[in-house]
């Protein structure tokens, strides 16, 4: 066991669960700039659903959104978001202002963990100067630093937070040593202690660039056999039968990682004098998918004599991905957009997500099911358990007619049991 005071900074979908995790076996301070989570979380509402409510209600935590309460923590972990703008350039804002508000209440022999997602080199270079001028303190002999990845997924009940091997850092080999021990309590697949902090970084942000990149094979495939009138999903059928065929699939790609963290590692090539040429290529094909899935939309409403301006599209879900309420980078936006360019009149139902945030986020407002205009078209953006649990009937029931179109980006329904006369499409 360690001795180490905890505090984790930004409880939100990393930071929450391991604070959780931490306060099973001692108190541990939990920080967040947002009054109405902390006041939430002390009335034991959570949600990210990434907690269960009787985790959550045991946990040890002082929520707090007094920064002062922080200098009661030797051993403080940064869990922020980090992501992109507009040009698909790294957002450090909240991960710099998480370090100055750690900054003014570090103490000699404290250590700060960064788990936020940046691109090598950030901890040192953009992060400690900040930890240095708000403190006062001298890096690497008054107070340490390591970095520790997160490989949080939400919405996964197998891939936790305890059961993920964890990658660790320091900036020294006894602050690797006690950033180990601390996280070793907790986590029960072990650690990976890797050489540098550097290396840890750039660790993390290739884990989700691989991912990225093999799904963007997928979508570029899928834009080939759409042009071949060939079924994607049964040529993945076909080829993973050979033993070393790996099983991606098509679809959109959001989030807070995958559509997020190649952009940190091709921004950083970039102020080196290397643009990347695979990692770029890949992102833009899983950014236009939002756009295509639109337009093969359009085509299908005209291939079955629709009047495309006017005509009413429904989409089900919003959210990243499937059973979770988070909104952050989802590409459904990107579908909702340009089947408006077209006159269409979209409307969205999801059940998952919080119709305020949307709101708020993205300008789109929800309808109710039983608000729902019958459609020309259904789409299902996002296969949620809400929807997979009903039959083609409730699809039907969306539709205006029974000549409909349904439009089932991630291939999870049934072609066998598609009614006579509605026209499926899939990517």
């Known amino acids: 066991m360690h001795n180490r005071k905890i505090s984790v900074v930004g409880l939100g979908y990393v930071g929450l669960p391991v604070a959780v995790e931490f306060a099973k076996n001692q108190q541990v301070i939990g920080f967040d700039i947002n009054s109405i989570r902390i006041e939430e979380l002390k009335q034991g509402i959570e949600r990210t659903n990434e907690v269960d409510a009787e985790d959550l209600k045991k946990a040890n935590i002082l929520y707090t959104c007094n920064a002062e309460d922080l200098k009661k923590a030797d051993f403080h972990i940064i869990a922020v978001p980090t992501p992109v ?11 710099i202002k998480a370090s100055r508000t750690v900054g003014k209440q570090l103490k000699k022999g404290d250590i700060v963990v960064y788990e936020s997602t940046v691109y090598p080199g950030a901890t040192e270079e953009d992060c400690i100067p900040v930890l240095e001028q708000e403190s006062g303190l001298i890096w690497g002999i008054d107070f340490n630093v390591g970095y520790s990845p997160e490989r949080i997924n939400p919405g996964d009940r197998v891939h936790t937070f305890k059961t993920i091997t964890k990658v660790v850092s320091g900036d020294t080999p006894e602050t690797l040593e006690t950033v180990a021990g601390v996280y070793e309590s907790v986590v029960t697949a072990g650690v990976h202690r890797a050489a540098t902090i550097k290396v840890a970084e750039a660790a993390k942000v290739i884990e989700n660039t691989q991912r990225d990149l093999n799904i963007s094979l997928m979508n570029e495939l899928a834009l080939i056999f759409n042009k071949m009138n060939i079924d994607t999903r049964d040529v993945l059928a076909a080829a993973s039968t050979k033993w070393n065929f790996l ?63 006017g ?17 952050r980078n989802t590409r459904v936006i990107d579908i909702y957009k340009e089947l408006q360019t077209y006159g269409i009149n979209v409307q969205v139902f999801d059940p998952m997500s919080d119709p305020n945030e949307i709101m708020e986020e993205y300008g789109v407002k929800l309808s109710a099911e039983d608000e729902l205009k019958p459609a020309h078209a259904v789409l299902l ?11 083609w009937s409730y699809l039907v029931s969306l539709l205006n007619d029974e000549t409909g179109i349904v439009i089932d980006i991630k291939a999870k329904l049934e072609r066998e049991d598609v009614p006579k006369g509605v026209k499926l499409w899939r990517l």
């Open 311 to 327: 005509s009413v599209v429904t989409i089900l879900g919003f959210t990243f991905k499937e059973n979770v309420p988070d909104i």
């Open 381 to 391: 953006a996002v296969p949620h358990d809400y929807f997979l649990a009903k039959d």
């Open 85 to 95: 703008n507009k040009a698909k350039q790294p957002d450090l804002r909240p991960v």
């Open 247 to 309: 099983p991606f699939d098509p679809g959109l790609v959001g989030g807070h990682c995958i559509g997020v963290d190649p952009y940190y590692l091709t921004y950083k090539s970039a102020t080196l004098g290397y643009t990347p040429q695979v990692i770029l290529s890949g992102r833009s094909i899983n950014d236009s998918m939002g756009t295509f899935i639109a337009a093969q939309t359009v085509k299908e409403l005209i291939k079955a004599e629709k009047c495309v301006r």
